[in-house]
């Protein structure tokens, strides 16, 4: 049957929730929540009054509701949560349906069910409207992150102050109403609904207490209350916008906002004490405390019928949940602006939060939606990288810094100048510090910087630098006991974050990565290798004597910066299962510094030169690489 307009309505007070409204439309036609419900067409078909209606109407049911309570779709819709989904993320990542409980609402800090509420709010503004049927129960009252009234500068209640019951909450079941006894009628929308057993065996009546006439004293100093109001003000003008001087509500924009401060708000609640110098005050810090310790012993001896674990509820108490919370935005250091330093304040917490807990704990809260900043200080990190094993997620991909430069910019073996111009303290203070280890520390060093400027773990850097797996982790291996055996770990980022800020600052960096990509199946010219051997003819004979591959594995390892081993020449002969041994020869012969001498010296030379000018020809705008194109800087090598 079609819904008929109700023959007493009223219009939606501002920031009115579904259930405010329904309690005040069953008060005002004397009629139950339920029955006007149906007569509004939001009973559902098992003669519920779904509490997922709090989110979202479902399309079926918004045009029967809106025609019986004379509104449009947009009013009706401004009456569910979902008119706050665009501007807080937890409700987008929360599904409701007659089939779900609201475990994961709380799990999330998406919602609650059970609405906090200011009395003075409740009481209304004075208007007759609002002296008859009271104020508006405010939908935002249901978000986590609302624990207080800017306008009325009080923090929120969440029970009765006579019963001591919590508005709106069932005793035994996850599956909640949307109005709690909703058949009850006669009831004032500010009185509590729950009903109170008598003693003597009468049917329980509702303890009907006037919420709106709660004026319990705050249990927090001036002080306090001022920085929490501000807090407060500040994610007010996040969910319902700033007034422009046109008189339009302009959102504020920060996507990360809420995502930010709630895991920060985790993270707090994770690793107490630890993060007990983030409190605002000592009053605060015991509010904390005391939230903390209530919920490890509800851990311990959980209630039948809980279901959530502890470690994610949301403090119910507003006075707990805003010290939580000014505790987290002190962690984040909203004011000071400064990524660097949240970073490095969240990741100590993190790493205490994560010990002490188990390990999908950590996992959940790094699959999280967060700011770039937030999320580099959740990856786990072990001796200077990110963790190679363990959870893999798409955000461990993200730069361990804020860098200018690019991945791209890092070549496989740090240049020689970088390490002369960076690493001057921690080589000094290296002894016995060999070729080969002098080899293993360039190759760390571009790990490092990849991992800075593309993110991943040392692995996926490697992959991208070109460099093979087992060598990677064995130079890892290397420098890791090199320098942890000497403290000399920290120099080494220090060195490395030098490299890092002259990158940022270079503005002619030269992108290895492209002139990797140009010689991935580059060769020597016929022509030019004949060219750069013309007088040099003792070269053509002997097993071990240059080739024309011996030049193209050394011009590429020149220009990319890259290890001759890794060259693409010597790559496909492995790949193919063809023996490498006689160009390895061939290169160690010309490389070896004793044979540095007459036509080999001279070779050398010319290769250098002619990878000079290979080099100057990648980074043109558009590169040319063919046979011959060279010609002219052949004949200038030659001399």
Not at 23 to 34: D, G, I, K, N, V
Not at 43 to 58: A, V
Not at 282 to 288: F, G, K
Not at 328 to 336: I, Q
């Amino acid at each position: 049957m079609a819904a008929r307009p109700l023959a007493r309505a009223l219009s939606p007070l501002p920031e009115e929730s579904l259930p405010g409204l329904l309690l005040r439309l069953a008060y005002r036609t004397e009629r139950s929540p339920a029955r006007v419900a149906r007569l509004c067409g939001l009973i559902h078909r098992q003669n519920r009054l779904p509490g997922e209606y709090l989110f979202s109407l479902p399309p079926d049911r918004i045009g029967p509701f809106a025609t019986a309570a004379r509104l449009n779709a947009q009013e009706a819709n401004a009456l569910t949560l979902s008119s706050f989904a665009a501007v807080y993320p937890p409700l987008a990542s929360v599904r409701m349906d007659g089939s779900r409980n609201t475990t994961a609402v709380r799990k999330s800090w998406a919602a609650g069910m059970s609405s906090r509420y200011c009395a003075a709010c409740l009481s209304g503004d004075g208007s007759p409207v609002q002296a008859l049927y009271g104020g508006p129960w405010k939908l935002r009252w249901h978000l986590p992150v609302s624990y207080a009234c800017v306008t009325h500068r009080a923090l929120l209640s969440h029970t009765c102050p006579s019963c001591g019951g919590t508005p709106n909450r069932p005793t035994n079941t996850e599956r909640q109403g949307l109005i709690t006894h909703r058949t009850t009628s006669g009831l004032h929308p500010a009185q509590c609904r729950r009903l109170m057993p008598d003693g003597h065996g009468a049917p329980a009546a509702p303890c009907a207490a006037r919420l709106d006439h709660d004026r319990r004293a705050e249990r927090m100093s001036e002080a306090d209350l001022s920085l929490l109001l501000a807090l407060q003000h500040r994610i007010d003008q996040r969910l319902i916008g700033v007034r422009s001087s046109a008189g339009a509500v302009q959102p504020v924009s920060d996507p990360y906002f809420f995502p930010d401060l709630i895991v920060a708000a985790h993270l707090i609640r994770l690793s107490w004490p630890d993060g007990a110098r983030y409190a605002s005050s000592t009053s605060m810090a015991d509010l904390i405390d005391g939230h903390v310790s209530s919920a490890v012993a509800r851990r311990r001896t959980p209630e039948p019928d809980e279901h959530t674990p502890i470690v994610w509820d949301v403090p119910e108490d507003p006075a707990e949940c805003a010290a939580v919370l000014v505790a987290a935005d002190g962690l984040l250091g909203r004011e000071e602006h400064d990524d660097a330093g949240m970073t490095d304040r969240v990741r100590s917490l993190a790493a205490s939060a994560f010990h002490r807990n188990p390990a999908n704990i950590g996992a959940s809260l790094r699959r999280m939606d967060v700011s770039s900043a937030m999320a580099r200080a959740l990856l786990g990190r072990a001796q200077g990288f990110y963790r190679a094993g363990g959870h893999r997620h798409a955000r461990q991909s993200l730069p361990s810094r804020a860098s200018r430069f690019r991945v791209g910019h890092v070549p496989a073996l740090l240049p020689q100048e970088w390490l002369s111009a960076h690493f001057g303290d921690l080589l000094s203070h290296w002894t016995h510090l060999t070729d080969w280890k002098m080899r293993q520390l360039r190759r760390v060093s571009a790990l490092k910087l990849a991992e800075m400027s593309g993110g991943g773990t040392w692995p996926d850097c490697a992959k991208t630098l070109g460099i093979p797996w087992n060598t990677a982790q064995q130079s890892l291996k290397v420098i890791r006991r090199e320098l942890h055996s000497r403290a000399l770990w920290p120099d080494f980022e220090r060195s490395v974050e030098s490299v890092a800020s002259q990158l940022d600052w270079d503005a002619d960096r030269v992108h290895y990565g492209r002139r990797r990509e140009l010689l991935s199946s580059w060769q020597v010219p016929a022509d030019d290798w004949a060219e750069l051997c013309r007088g040099l003819e003792q070269f053509r004979q002997g097993a071990t004597s240059p080739t024309r591959g011996t030049a193209t594995v050394l011009i590429w390892a020149q220009v990319t910066q890259g290890d001759h081993l890794h060259s693409p020449v010597l790559g496909a002969l492995r790949e193919s299962s063809c023996s490498t041994q006689r160009l390895v020869g061939s290169i160690n012969q010309l490389r070896t510094p004793a044979n540095r001498k007459g036509g080999k010296r001279e070779l050398l030379l010319r290769l250098e030169t002619y990878s000079d000018l290979l080099a100057t020809a990648c980074d043109r705008p558009v590169a040319s690489l063919q046979a011959g194109s060279l010609e002219t800087g052949v004949c200038a090598a030659r001399g």
